[in-house]
């Protein structure tokens, strides 16, 4: 019996869906690997005069990116618009981590939000990857997140364009030597706790033993409901399913109500530059 997951779920965009967001973008955006609290109690800190709630703030404030073009009342090209593209990756990892019901949620221990190359351009490669233990199988999840406004059901976005979300899964599914380099690489940047379970993955992916691990095909289309058709906008994620046969599809719609899509991310925006300021 098929453990696919097809669904769509209405988010009110309300005052404080935005600001809760907005407070979980700065976070994640400002996280390091260090304790910067713990700083001040070092004695070189010390004997410079400095204390680290200072650096705390500097480190925050310059990991938020100013949008030029929002700045100047203009509106940012779809492409290169980092907040259109990191509301939805924020949304997604929210929702596999702490929106799906207990027992099912995946941990995703290390966010693209956080580590990406530059803060002024959008993330590249998979867009979120989590795990999760089952009666000691291990389930990875591979997220791919994608926002769209187009009056297309589905938008080019879910299987047309070369970088769709059925197009990347399929890949990945292809190809798990793809999947392996990318878990790899990802593996490098963990805790000791979290390559545990990333590092045994790996091992197992690699030795093609199926019965100790499956895949999670995780996809999340941000719509609104100006244009949203959930009978339609699963695209081939959905009618060709038969294709992800031995793993698991879980492919949530988030369609905003009350806004559409771009002014919510607009309100998004202008609510995180309040609140690092």
């Known amino acids: 019996m098929s453990k696919n997951i097809f669904i769509k779920h209405d988010v009110p965009v309300i005052d404080s869906f935005i600001e809760k967001f907005a407070r979980k973008y700065i976070e994640q955006r400002s996280q390091t690997n260090a304790d910067i609290d713990a700083l001040s109690e070092s004695q070189l800190f010390a004997s ?5 709630s200072l650096l705390k703030d500097i480190i925050s404030k310059n990991s938020v990116a ?82 769209s406004a187009q009056k297309r059901n589905p938008p080019d976005v879910v299987h047309s364009t070369p970088d769709s979300i059925y197009k990347t899964q399929q890949n990945y599914k292809n190809n798990l030597d793809v999947v392996v380099r990318r878990l790899s690489d990802f593996s490098k ?36 409901y100006t244009c949203v058709d959930d009978q339609k906008d699963f695209g ?7 294709e992800f046969e031995h793993n698991n599809i879980h492919f949530s719609i988030l369609s905003f109500v009350e806004y559409n899509i771009e002014k919510t991310v607009q309100m998004f925006y202008k609510k995180v530059q309040e609140l690092i300021k």
């Open 236 to 242: 081939k994620m959905e009618s060709k399913q038969n």
């Open 66 to 147: 100013l949008d030029f073009k929002r700045e100047k009342g203009e509106k940012p090209e779809v492409l290169g618009d980092i907040y259109r593209s990191d509301l939805g990756e924020l949304l997604m990892t929210y929702y596999f981590e702490e929106k799906i019901k207990e027992g099912s949620r995946f941990i995703i221990p290390l966010k693209n939000i956080t580590f990406r190359e530059r803060d002024d351009m959008p993330g590249r490669g998979m867009d979120a990857i989590g795990y999760r233990v089952s009666k000691n199988k291990l389930e990875v999840l591979l997220g791919e997140a994608k926002v």
């Open 48 to 52: 410079h005069g400095f204390d680290s």
């Open 189 to 224: 940047r963990l805790n000791t706790k979290d390559a545990e379970i990333i590092g045994l993955a790996i091992l197992n992916i690699d030795a093609e033993k199926e019965e100790n691990y499956s895949i999670t095909f995780g996809c999340t289309l941000i719509r609104d």
